[in-house]
T-cell receptor, first 114, second 113 residues
């Protein structure tokens, strides 16, 4: 699975959009981009995933560059409860014969300030 | 409500004792996973199981053992052979064919004194 690079930490004002970047320059054609978040002392929570098209759900939007070497997770109106560590992971989808493993790096610590 | 439960949330043991962490899911998921997380670090895979009565080692299986006698249950035993057992342990599950995202339990924080 390709490796990812994320900033160690970011701050965002409550009510503003939080844009979390992720670099995955070695991503291969059949690898998806996944985002999870982990609130302190809880289990990680799935947010969103995508292959090459931009994706949106009730939690966030995922913007993937055309060359797929980077992506941005957007929380459109951040709240204090969005303070968490956000993990960007790339892997081959399980239905496409990908590994069972999710390789979690250290992620980005997002702090939403009042 | 469907979900994954881990018990207990906090666990204390003396050094040299084996301890078993519970993980139960009622999501009818085929695959289950155990991860370990140390402070300020990402998750590392200990063991995983794709079907009942079958499991595979992850990246850090030494000192741990698992069983998968029922689809709903995947207990993890931390043995005395695990040199640094104090950590946050997370269990996860995944539907067999339709979905790609793993669902995580709330975790068990194990402290070995």
């Amino acid at each position: 699975d390709a490796k990812t690079t994320q900033p160690t930490s970011m701050d965002c004002a409550e009510g503003r959009a939080a844009n979390l970047p992720c670099n995955h320059s070695t991503i291969s054609g059949n690898e998806y981009v996944y985002w999870y978040r982990q609130i302190h002392s809880q289990g990680p929570q799935y947010i969103i995933h995508g292959l090459k098209n931009n994706e949106t759900n009730e939690m966030a939007s995922l913007i993937i560059t055309e060359d797929r070497k980077s992506s941005t997770l957007i929380l459109p109106h951040a709240t204090l409860r969005d303070t968490a560590v956000y993990y960007c992971i790339v892997r081959v989808g399980r239905k496409q014969g990908g590994s069972e493993k999710l390789v979690f790096g250290k992620g980005t610590k997002l702090t939403v300030n009042p | 409500d469907g979900g994954i439960t881990q018990s207990p949330k906090y666990l204390f043991r003396k050094e040299g004792q084996n301890v078993t962490l519970s993980c139960e899911q009622n999501l009818n998921h085929d695959a289950m996973y155990w991860y370990r997380q140390d402070p300020g670090q990402g998750l590392r895979l200990i063991y995983y199981s794709q079907i009942v009565n079958d499991f595979q080692k992850g990246d850090i299986a030494e000192g741990y053992s698992v069983s998968r006698e029922k689809k709903e249950s995947f207990p993890l035993t931390v043995t005395s052979a695990q040199k640094n057992p104090t950590a946050f342990y997370l269990c996860a599950s995944l539907h067999g064919s339709s979905y790609n995202e793993q669902f995580f339990g709330p975790g068990t924080r194990l402290t070995v004194l």
